[in-house]
């Protein structure tokens, strides 16, 4: 029995294994006993994965597939057991460049208090 989840997002902050463990649980509930538990262990190294910081911090986009041969015996026409993962860590959105700062030429970027410990403008010398 061939199986796929949809693509799990996995925010900044959150739990990787309470995420696909929630998100697994109706693909879970459909499959046979043995494509089921493949695809707890595809979780496991998720999570495995994440844990061991090779992949820096979230967020992440998850993708869990796999086949499951009845009592995992090959049998004529059917594909070969297979599990996969792919695990990708997702950018941070850089904050949106607004302006440059008259005075220091530092770029301000929206969500920027302060700029030259003054409150953010385009030119310094045009505060009110």
Same mark, same amino acid.
């Not at 920027?112 to 030259?116: F, I, V």
């Given at each position: ?7 799990? $997002?996995?925010?900044?902050?959150d ?8 998100? #697994?649980?109706?693909? $879970?509930?459909?499959?046979d006993v043995d494509?089921?538990?493949?695809v707890?262990a595809? #979780?496991?190294?998720?999570v ?9 911090q ?14 995992h ?15 990708t860590?997702? $950018?941070?959105?850089?904050?949106p460049?607004?302006a440059?700062?008259g005075?220091?030429? $530092?770029?301000i970027?929206?969500g ?5 410990s003054?409150?953010?403008t385009?030119?310094h010398?045009?505060?009110?």
């Open positions: 029995m061939s199986w796929s989840v949809p693509t799990i $997002r996995v925010a900044e902050g739990d990787v294994a309470e995420v696909l463990d929630a998100a #697994t649980l109706e693909a $879970r509930a459909k499959l494509a089921a538990l493949q707890q595809a #979780t496991a190294a998720v495995a994965l994440v844990e061991s910081g090779q992949l820096g979230s967020p992440y986009a998850v993708t869990l597939w796999g086949h499951c041969s009845p009592g015996i090959d049998h004529a026409g059917w594909a070969a057991d297979s599990v996969g993962i792919t695990v860590r997702l $950018r941070r959105s850089p904050a460049f607004v440059t700062c005075s220091c030429g $530092r770029g970027n929206a920027d208090p302060l700029c030259c003054t409150p953010r385009v030119n010398e045009a505060r009110s």
